[in-house]
């Protein structure tokens, strides 16, 4: 079975420069980072950014971190509007704002080697029609892939509660609709499938297996969107660890915790805590049962 590659989000570390985050990191044992897109670290509309993605690189390889490159920056784009503009806005313009940060992801991601870019569709916006709503993602999306596919980094998009993609079967909707591309895939969010899914976690992820390409992970409560510190919510996370080392998932599995930077160096040891115990369990398991 595939070893759990762990890391921890940048978005749970908002109050450390981005090289004190990542060598705490390091120092912890972390194997890597999900690294957010946002101003208080790789900021994506500062000058200079390929040559301060260079110099990234050259750390994160000095650390022996790999990474992930995430897009969900409250306000990197508009500060008014959390998230906005979206894939979805009313706006072609706001529209394309969106798609040139998910194609400057791209961009960052290759130039780091990242295993793959995060991103979600957005919410709904007021007053339009689910059909109009779903032809604007399939556009806005369509260039991204593209540049996806050129840069050989899978496009890893997220359900979450309360945008259009919310779920495994809007997921499921979507890469049909897109005529299942090569290099779109999914970012499974444990607590989101706590939250919201009919299935059980585990379930989640052997359901989502063939296109999972980046996972997320942190407690949480049924119908409550709430990102837990572990043991604070009600998911049985070693069955969840023994299906992503079942699925083959070679990726990192990142602790995401956006709400909690306020002590982020404490929950980070924490949460590795917590994860190695919980995979002991789950290999316990699975060595009982082949016994």
Known sequence: MTPLRLGYGTNGLADLRLDDALALLADLGYDGVGLTLDHMHLDPLAPGLAARTA???RRLEALGLTVAVETGARYV???????GPSLLDPDPGGRAVRRELLTTAVRVAADLGAHAVHCFSGSNP???DPDTAWKRL????APVLDAAAAAGVPLAVEP???HLIATLDDFRRLRRALGGPAPLGLTLDIGHCQCLEPEPPADCVRAAAPWLRHVQIEDMR???HEHLPFGDGEIDFPPVLEALAAA????LTVVELPRHSHAGPELARRSLEFLRTADAARAARTNGARS
Do not use: C, I
């Not at 784009?77 to 998230?83: E, G, N, S």
């Not at 399939?138 to 999306?141: I, K, N, Q, R, Y």
């Open 222 to 224: 049924r119908g409550v």
């Open 138 to 141: 399939e556009e806005s999306l």
């Open 248 to 251: 083959g998932y070679r990726g």
């Open 126 to 128: 007021g007053n339009t």
């Open 77 to 83: 784009l508009d500060p008014r509007r959390k998230h």
């Open 55 to 57: 110099r990234l690189a």
């Open 160 to 162: 979450e509660p309360g």
